[in-house]
């Protein structure tokens, strides 16, 4: 019997190299790619597809024939590719069904070469040809984190997040970089200088805004602004306390978010100084194209300064209308909790469109003048004076209907009154209102205060009235700013009954 599947093994070998492959040698690769249908970009693009489909799925050794046969594929995929996207980005307005097409191309064709250059990178390491292919280490790492991170960028085309395990191989080729110390080794990828730490880098920023929310042109747009930023703040391994803002972990399934007040160094964090970056994006011409949907730049500045949009929580579609008090002035009047207060908020019915535990989105007929960051309040029915308060996070528009999205900032804001002392110097002595932003116990913050700008001073005493209880605050740091009102951090210092304090 083992000698009947030793012949049958020799017979295998035997067709194998007399049918031989299209990607045995560079030669035999050439004369595949010549032979290409050439009827249209789409064709072209579908059969090189189903060529490196066949690359990977025949499973064989890395070489440095195999690889130098790779790099061919890619020289002549990488300028079809281009102009597939193009046409992707063009046929968003229309065309959905080709638009969808594309996108599929787009995507496998990404999908491929990531996985083709991710084992040709293991074996080059591992492989039995590990000792020619290891001096090109930093061409086919540089090319796996690219490519890996294409395929991230093609899932936000699709509303989705990439998954966790993307997450991870990034991270996992960028630590290996770093170790035999060709992160930054500059190799050329499409006729342009770049290296293993760029491309890291770059996948990290679209990680950190998530454009979910955005259009296919938007997307591009914001890949096309982070790849020409030539200062690109590149990863680093000691914190400095004045310089870095943005922290991502290596040995975590997730990508980079802002640093907060504990500071920590460790072997596996890396650190991001984003400011200059954010500053740049500010600075932009609100007139350029880069610019010319809603301040797109500003809104990428906010989102990288906020830390991004977490939105790894699952979104549930909902349906139905509820009331949005959108201002500072109508949300404290529907929070007055009084049916006979003249003072009625103004309120506009808005279609809910989905819901998060993080916030909710909204689907609009007409073009809200709504800035990011403004604060509204909404209720399913206002007579009951239920109201959770949201901050707008993103908007846009999708088959003539405007999008909104919003972060919920507390299910329960309450009203209240609050003033300083007369001892306090610098600070408007009268009574005003405020919002109390209480935090529920499964939500992953702490409570916050909003108050007009004149009535904050950080570190001073505040005193809170909530009914017939007084509460002495000490105020923390800003947190946002919402149209001359400030989110801020607290600390409860002490409580006294109202007769009492009086």
Not at 178 to 185: K, L, M, P, S, V
Request: hydrophobic share 40%; charged share 25%.
């Amino acid at each position: 019997m083992n000698d009947l599947f030793e012949m049958l093994n020799v017979i295998a070998r035997r067709r194998k190299a007399e049918v031989g492959s299209q990607f045995s040698s560079l030669k035999a690769t050439e004369k595949w790619l010549k032979s290409l249908p050439a009827d249209s970009d789409y064709d072209t693009h579908h059969a090189l597809i189903e060529g490196l489909e066949r690359f990977n799925a025949e499973n064989e050794a890395a070489t440095l024939k195999r690889m130098k046969a790779l790099m061919k594929i890619e020289e002549v995929g990488l300028p079809l590719q281009l102009r597939i996207v193009e046409q992707y980005v063009r046929n968003q307005a229309a065309f959905r069904l080709a638009r969808q097409a594309l996108w599929r191309e787009s995507a496998v064709f990404w999908s491929m070469l990531a996985e083709a250059w991710l084992t040709m990178l293991k074996q080059a390491y591992r492989g039995p040809a590990s000792a020619e292919l290891k001096p090109f280490a930093a061409e086919i790492a540089t090319r796996a984190l690219r490519y890996a991170g294409l395929v991230m960028r093609w899932d936000f085309h699709q509303a989705r997040n990439p998954a966790p395990s993307s997450w991870r191989r990034l991270h996992k080729i960028y630590r290996l970089t770093e170790r035999d110390g060709f992160a930054t080794q500059e190799v050329l990828l499409n006729a342009r200088p770049t290296h293993c730490a760029r491309e890291y880098t770059l996948a990290v920023l679209m990680g950190l805004v998530q454009p979910l929310g955005y259009r296919a042109q938007e997307i591009e747009s914001i890949a096309q602004i982070f790849d020409g930023y030539e200062p690109l703040p590149l990863p680093a391994t000691v914190p400095q306390r004045d310089e870095h803002t943005h922290m991502v972990d290596l040995s975590l399934s997730e990508g980079a978010n802002v640093l907060d007040s504990s500071w920590v160094q460790g072997r596996r964090l890396r650190y991001f100084a984003l400011h200059p970056l954010v500053d740049y994006l500010k600075s932009l011409d609100p007139s350029s194209a880069a610019e010319a949907d809603n301040g797109l730049t500003r809104q990428l500045a906010s989102l990288i300064e906020r830390g991004g949009i977490r939105r790894n929580r699952p979104r549930t579609h909902r349906f139905g209308r509820v009331w949005v008090a959108a201002g500072m002035d109508n949300i404290l009047a529907a929070l007055a909790h009084s049916s006979a207060d003249k003072g009625r908020p103004s309120l506009e019915p808005w279609m809910l469109r989905d819901e998060s535990t993080e916030g909710m989105g909204f689907a609009l007929p007409d073009e809200p003048s709504l800035p990011h960051g403004r604060l509204v309040a909404v209720s399913w029915d206002p007579t009951e004076n239920v109201w959770q308060l949201m901050a707008i996070r993103w908007n846009r528009e999708e088959n003539g209907q405007f999008l909104v999205g919003t972060q919920r900032l507390s299910r329960h804001p309450k009203r209240v009154e609050v003033y300083f002392e007369a001892d306090v110097p610098g600070v408007a002595q009268e009574k005003t209102w405020a919002v109390f932003l209480p935090m529920t116990h499964t939500e992953q913050s702490v409570s916050n205060l909003l108050v007009p700008h004149t009535h904050y001073q950080l570190g001073a005493p505040l005193m809170l009235c909530d009914g017939d209880v007084v509460y002495r605050l000490r105020l923390g740091e800003v947190q946002e700013s919402h149209e001359g009102w400030l989110r801020v951090s607290m600390d409860v210092i002490g409580r006294e009954q109202f007769a009492v304090a009086a």
